[in-house]
């Protein structure tokens, strides 16, 4: 059997009207390497830094990676020579050979600097590379026109059945191309507008959920203003409670600044009660003294004792 090097349809002849009209399945061979750029040395390490400094642009969720993607090769100015998926394959690339070179099989021995762009890759795995490149957003590429961007279908080596078996008998991979305008000198084939179209439905698939996580995130901003602003209610009523307690502790302040003022007052006066306890102590043992001696006294010390004893009654009556 007969490489399938080039099937094509039976001429058809043009209506009329000159338009265009759907052709029978038009098959040609398309290799690997078909539209694919290869990075150049001054775009590879820029290719690197924004992947890993936009790696918040990687979420997970569908069609996340390929629109990553597309902002990434839009920023360098890619978006007309390669595609998303031909960006993300060149990143599991150099992924890989990381790996291989990081963490060799039992008995290699490769030394990672053989390879020029390992400490490039090694930093940008371990987070090194973070913030050195500008940080990007998928709006300017939701907001593109499509038609800027090179399809970012994976490439297929069985579009058609009826070649499957052939394939794998003679190991081309010629591609089927299901192309309406193709006979009559038309670039656009119906592959690339079946892809633009899904490539367009899955933006705005994206765009409605971008648009209704804004929304949700604008209902959860209300519910936090609103408690933002029974907190501040209640943060103005403490502030009135602690301007109260303050009061209190002043005027508690003033009171214990007058019991402080008493008590030392006091303490004055029982200063001066215990000296003159004291001075009557004294006089009462000399007093005693001098009728234990039986000395005689002057008219003089008479009276004095005799005051003195009546000052000392008194005194008495006063301490009592």
Do not use: C
């Not at 890619?78 to 963490?103: F, I, P, T, V």
């Not at 008219?299 to 005051?307: A, D, F, G």
């Amino acid at each position: 059997m007969e490489d399938h090097a080039l099937y094509s349809a039976p001429p058809t002849p043009l209506p009329a009207d000159s338009s265009p009209s759907p052709s029978p399945v038009s098959v040609r061979p398309m290799s690997n390497t078909e539209s694919t750029y290869k990075l150049s040395e001054a775009d590879l390490p820029t290719f690197v830094k924004l992947r890993a400094s936009n790696r918040a642009l990687f979420t997970g969720r569908r069609n996340s990676s390929k629109l990553a993607w597309r902002t990434i090769l839009k920023e360098m100015g890619l978006q007309g020579k390669m595609s998303a998926w031909q960006a993300m394959k060149k990143w599991d690339n150099l992924k890989n050979r990381y790996k291989e070179l990081k963490n060799p099989p039992p008995g290699v021995t490769v030394p990672p600097e053989s390879w020029r762009w390992f400490k490039l890759m090694d930093d940008a795995m371990e987070g090194r590379l973070e913030g050195s490149a500008k940080v990007l957003s998928i709006t300017s590429v939701l907001t593109s026109n499509d038609d800027e961007f090179l399809p970012s279908k994976r490439p297929s080596s069985k579009r058609h059945r009826g070649v499957e078996g052939d394939e794998e008998a003679t190991g081309s991979q010629p591609e089927l191309l299901l192309n309406a305008y193709d006979l009559w000198g038309s670039g656009v084939t119906g592959d690339v507008v079946q892809e633009m179209e899904s490539d367009r439905r899955d933006i705005e698939q994206e765009r409605a959920q971008l648009d209704s996580d804004r929304a949700l995130m604008e209902k959860e901003h209300e519910v936090l203003e609103r408690e933002r602003m029974v907190l501040e209610r209640e943060r103005a009523g403490l502030q009135r409670e602690l301007a109260a307690l303050d009061r209190d502790r002043a005027a508690l302040e003033r009171e214990r600044a007058s019991v402080e003022r008493d008590r030392a007052q006091l303490d004055w006066k029982m200063a001066q009660l215990e000296k003159e306890r004291a001075k009557l102590e004294r006089e009462k043992i000399d007093i005693h003294r001098d009728r234990t001696n039986g000395g005689t006294s002057t008219p003089e010390e008479i009276k004095e004792v005799e005051l003195d004893a009546e000052q000392l009654e008194r005194r008495q009556r006063f301490l009592v």
